[in-house]
Each structure stands twice: as C-alpha cells, then as structure tokens.
C-alpha cells in the first residue's frame, strides 16, 4: 500500500484462511519502506494535477511498478521468505487522480498506478491490482473501500465501533452493534494529513510533517479561518462521499486565509480543522452520541489531533485500532490483502450484494508472472 501521503510503502504479509465474516487473518511480517526524495517528487509532478507532462504519466506507470517490486524482494529476503512461498500479491497502487462527480454529469473516476503486470512478472508472484475500479463500475466512488476489511475482521458483537482512519484523507467506517451489514455507513470526511504534511513542506522544507505538533502547538487557532474552512461546499453534499488531494489542496484553501496569517497559527488552524471535520461527519452521518473509535493511519500518531478528537467527542472512547490485534500502521495493507483474498475464495459474487451504502462485490485484476 503506498497512499496519498506518499511516505513509503506498507508491505504485510499474512496468512489467510476462510473468507467473509469467517475471514481469519494472521499478520506474519509488516514493514514500511521509505521513498526517496527524487522518486516522490516525480510522483508529485503528476498527482493531482490538472495540466501533466503525459510522456511522465506513462514512464511512471512502470517506474513505480519497477520500484515497488524491487522493495518488496528485498524486503522478503530480509524476512527470510522465499517469493515462491508468497500465494499473491496484493497491490493498491499509486492514486495518481480521484475524481468523483456528484453532479450527475459526469462518472466518477480513480486512477491508481505501478502496473501489475510488471509487478507480477519482476516478482515472479501473482498480482492482484487496481482494486478501485470494479466499485466505481457497480454504482460506487471507489472509495472509502476499506469497509469489507473492517466489516469482516473488526465486527464485534454488542459494541458500536467506528474503524476511523486519518491517511491523506480521513474516513471511517461505522459497524453497528447489532451486526447488520445493511446498516454499516462508510464515507470519506475530509483532510487528513494531506494538506498540514503539504504546508509543512512549503514551509518548513527541511521537514516533511509535524512530528508531534511540535509546530501545530506553537501557534493559535485562527477561529475565522477555521470557519471558512468548514464552510468549504464539500461539507454540504450528501453521505456517503470520497474525496482527496484535487478538492483540498493548498491552492484552494490559501484563497480563505487571513493575509497576515504566520505559519505556526496556519498549521494549528489545519490540524483543528481536519479533528473538526472527522468529528461533525462522525456525528452527522452516524448519529451517535457514544462509540468505540479505533484509530489507524499516521494522524493516529498526531498528539494534537487525538487531543483535539477527545474534546470533540467527549462520549465516544478513542483508541489506536492496534488494540484490535494488527497495528495501526499496517491496517490499510491488511485490507488490500484481505479484497485480493475475498476475489479468490468468496463462492457467492452479486450484483445485488452491499454493505451499508456500498456495492458489494469482488474487486482486483488478475495479472500471472508469465
């Protein structure tokens, strides 16, 4: 899993047996790899961008395919496991572009790239890849997509949970107490850690987040920023909702900032904003007042926003999903595994399947190393 945020790659490997709600998952090995500088500059050249070079676009399509086999070998061999002794490979790829159209006008889109068939065949291990698109086809947006994982391994009888996850973007997934999948609610909620990691390295370029708060703490919150943050039209439109980095970018909200705004009090203001935004959403589309939150992704590791989460939802119980078993880190590679392990073993696709809001379907094209 590389996501929005572009730190690395997430590498899990685990053991599966059984399929839906009797889906045993056992997380073996997990790491995460760092990109260098000059790989994630090149991606930035096209990720989210209106205008690109597409000569680029089509050389990264393999370059990122290219660079993601050859971490994953090395990552094996530092396991001690040979790549014949790995089934699949499951691989999200690279959001290069999402797009939904609420509109009406037009469809939604995704793009994600590092091709599978190059993935396969340098690895010499099936690879499943470009799971996004099969929930577009059936009525989707093609994402939030983790709720099959959260349903499937997360459910709990008898407790209201909600398996919140602060990447990029942030979104969640609501599972009831009582189990019903037709009432699970998934949605988007806004930023995550995009656009506070975006000022930080606009900012403060010799870093590439807020380790700790340690900036977001030093400033003040600017309230009349905040609010015109949250008046932003993504907050009005109907749940559920996908979103990312082409909506909430710098380019946009700078426009809404005070002129005499410091770089401190901007960076407080985002990290409010995106506890507020998580917050409002949870509150609005579950209508709970009291849950279990499980938190994953990297603003889980974010001081200030958990600080500012508990004070917003001061009757839900807020914890790091890795209580849950698998840590949080390697949540959302777990998931990956977990569609490429139900495209294999679930006896009973449909097209009338859902969960919650969600099409409910089997998700991954099949690339063969030969």
Same mark, same amino acid.
């Given at each position: 899993?590389?996501?929005?945020?572009l730190?690395?790659?997430?590498?899990?490997?685990?053991?599966f047996?059984?399929?839906?709600?009797?889906?045993?998952?056992?997380?073996?090995?997990f790491?995460?790899?760092?990109?260098?500088?000059?790989f994630?500059?090149?991606?930035?050249?096209?990720?989210?961008?209106?205008n690109?070079?597409? =000569?680029?676009?089509s050389?990264l399509?393999?370059?990122?395919?290219?660079?993601?086999?050859a971490?994953?070998?090395?990552?094996?061999?530092?396991?001690?496991?040979?790549?014949?002794?790995?089934?699949?490979?499951a691989?999200?790829?690279?959001?290069?572009?999402?797009?939904?159209?609420r509109?009406?006008?037009?469809?939604?889109?995704?793009?994600?790239?590092?091709?599978?068939?190059?993935?396969?065949?340098?690895?010499?291990?099936i690879? &499943?890849?470009?799971f996004?698109?099969?929930?577009i086809?059936?009525?989707?947006?093609?994402?939030?997509?983790?709720?099959?994982?959260d349903?499937?391994?997360?459910?709990?009888?008898?407790?209201?949970?909600?398996?919140?996850?602060?990447?990029?973007i942030g979104?969640?997934?609501y599972?009831?107490?009582?189990?019903d999948?037709?009432?699970?609610?998934?949605?988007?909620?806004? =930023?995550?850690?995009?656009?506070?990691?975006?000022?930080?390295?606009?900012?403060?370029?010799?870093k590439s987040?807020?380790?700790?708060?340690?900036?977001?703490?030093?400033?003040?919150?600017?309230?009349?920023?905040?609010?015109?943050?949250?008046?932003?039209?993504?907050?009005?439109?109907?749940? =559920?909702?996908?979103?990312?980095?082409?909506y909430?970018?710098?380019?946009?909200?700078?426009?809404?900032?005070?002129?005499d705004?410091?770089?401190?009090?901007?960076?407080?203001?985002?990290?409010?904003?995106?506890?507020?935004?998580?917050? &409002?959403?949870?509150?609005?589309?579950t209508?709970?007042?009291?849950?279990?939150?499980?938190?994953?992704g990297?603003?889980?590791?974010?001081?200030?926003?958990?600080?500012h989460?508990?004070n917003?939802?001061?009757?839900?119980t807020?914890q790091?999903?890795?209580?849950?078993?698998i840590?949080?880190?390697?949540?959302?590679?777990?998931?990956?595994?977990?569609?490429?392990?139900?495209?294999?073993?679930?006896?009973?696709?449909?097209?009338?399947?859902?969960?919650?809001?969600?099409?409910?379907?089997?998700?991954?094209?099949?690339?063969?190393?030969?």
């Amino acid at each position: 899993m590389s996501g929005t945020s572009l730190d690395g790659l997430d590498m899990a490997l685990c053991r599966f047996t059984g399929q839906g709600l009797s889906t045993n998952c056992e997380l073996l090995h997990f790491d995460s790899v760092s990109f260098d500088e000059s790989f994630k500059t090149s991606i930035r050249a096209v990720f989210a961008q209106e205008n690109i070079h597409f =000569p680029s676009l089509s050389t990264l399509n393999v370059q990122i395919a290219r660079t993601h086999a050859a971490i994953i070998l090395k990552t094996l061999q530092a396991w001690g496991i040979r790549p014949d002794e790995v089934d699949i490979i499951a691989s999200h790829g690279q959001t290069v572009m999402h797009r939904p159209d609420r509109s009406g006008k037009l469809p939604h889109s995704t793009l994600q790239i590092g091709d599978g068939d190059h993935l396969a065949h340098l690895t010499g291990i099936i690879t &499943l890849s470009d799971f996004r698109q099969k929930h577009i086809a059936a009525g989707g947006e093609g994402a939030p997509i983790a709720m099959f994982g959260d349903y499937f391994l997360f459910t709990q009888a008898g407790e209201e949970r909600i398996l919140l996850n602060i990447g990029g973007i942030g979104n969640f997934t609501y599972l009831p107490a009582n189990q019903d999948p037709k009432a699970i609610l998934v949605t988007d909620t806004g =930023p995550g850690n995009t656009l506070m990691d975006a000022w930080v390295r606009t900012h403060y370029p010799e870093k590439s987040f807020d380790e700790d708060a340690q900036i977001a703490r030093s400033g003040k919150i600017n309230t009349d920023f905040l609010s015109a943050l949250l008046g932003l039209p993504f907050f009005k439109e109907s749940f =559920p909702k996908s979103t990312g980095p082409e909506y909430f970018n710098l380019e946009r909200i700078e426009k809404l900032a005070p002129a005499d705004i410091t770089p401190a009090d901007f960076l407080a203001t985002l990290t409010r904003f995106t506890a507020e935004s998580i917050a &409002l959403t949870i509150q609005h589309y579950t209508g709970l007042h009291q849950a279990h939150i499980y938190v994953s992704g990297g603003g889980a590791r974010n001081p200030l926003m958990m600080e500012h989460l508990k004070n917003l939802m001061p009757g839900f119980t807020i914890q790091d999903s890795a209580v849950l078993g698998i840590e949080s880190a390697a949540k959302e590679a777990v998931l990956f595994a977990l569609l490429a392990n139900e495209t294999l073993m679930d006896p009973t696709p449909g097209a009338a399947r859902r969960l919650g809001d969600s099409p409910w379907m089997t998700m991954g094209k099949i690339s063969l190393p030969n």
